[in-house]
């Protein structure tokens, strides 16, 4: 009996590959298994020489482990992984990672970025194997008001994505965003913090306590949304902070309203 229920299912997955064989989701090729062809999967993972905070690009002359913009900004992190710069084909991803039919390009590039984080967490385990509390990902929270747009959970869904690649728990409900705030992307960086002061709120503080945070979002720009969560968790006594994003954003500090982009996140 089993072996006739095997050979169904083997026979309607192959029906399956068939009539609709499976595809990159970026370009769209037929591909053997996995999310991304082999093109793509080298466009979109990690290739870039970058800060060791905050993931801005540095000239890989630049043998700093910091940028000149971490020097005067006193993060509350300490490591940002992204996938690369908000450009080109990357930024063009990111966009379409909004719009709520792209789940399968949301779980691609956050499995993408599992990977790194889990490199990046077993390189710390191995140098230090008693003292590394454990990861636990918290996506950027959205107001509720959020949910009853048509726009993704875009920060939620790649958290899912990282949390089905490296394992680790999910804690989508440990932040509230308690007020409403506008677009980061539509403020000049100097507004940007003030729009995020007080709008976040701990409403379940055991599951951070003491725990490696890492925070996940789409886009880092100017800095101010993860700053204010870090500030908030740091109050509550977590032990670390990390941050993950698929994209460094990396527009100029005196972007005004006017010529600041309206899909860049904080
Ligand atoms: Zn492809
Ligand atoms: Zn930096």
Redesign the pocket.
């Known amino acids: 009996m089993s072996h006739i229920r095997q050979l169904i299912s083997l026979t309607s997955r192959g029906l399956a590959g068939l009539v609709c064989p499976p595809e990159c989701v970026w370009c769209h090729r037929p591909i053997g298994d996995g999310f991304l062809c082999a093109s793509c999967l080298e466009r979109f993972q990690k290739n870039y020489y970058c ?1 060791q ?4 690009p540095l000239p890989a002359v630049v043998r700093n482990e ?2 000149f ?2 020097r005067d900004m006193k993060w509350k992190f300490q490591r940002t992984i992204a996938l690369g710069p908000y450009r080109g084909q990357l930024r063009e991803a990111v966009i379409l990672m909004k719009k709520s039919g792209a789940e399968t390009l949301r779980n691609a590039l956050g499995r993408l970025l599992g990977k790194q984080l889990r490199d990046l967490v077993n390189s710390r385990t191995t140098a230090e194997p008693r003292h590394v509390p454990d990861p636990i990902l918290v996506p950027v929270p959205n107001h509720w008001t959020h949910g009853l747009s048509r726009a993704a959970n875009t920060a939620g869904s790649i958290a899912a994505a990282v949390a089905s690649e490296t394992g680790y728990p999910v804690a989508d409900r440990a932040i509230r965003r308690i007020r409403k705030t506008s677009k980061q992307g539509m403020l000049a960086w100097t507004e940007r913090a003030k729009n995020v002061r007080h709008a976040f709120q701990i409403s379940n503080a055991k599951l951070l306590i003491e725990r490696h945070v890492i925070l996940v979002d789409d886009v880092l720009t100017s800095g101010a949304t993860v700053g204010e969560l870090a500030r908030v968790l740091h109050r509550v006594g977590i032990s670390s902070l990390d941050v993950a994003v698929v994209a460094r954003g990396t527009g100029s500090r005196e972007s005004s309203p006017a010529t600041a982009r309206p899909d860049h996140a904080g």
């Open positions: 800060c905070k905050c993931a801005t910091d940028c913009r971490c």
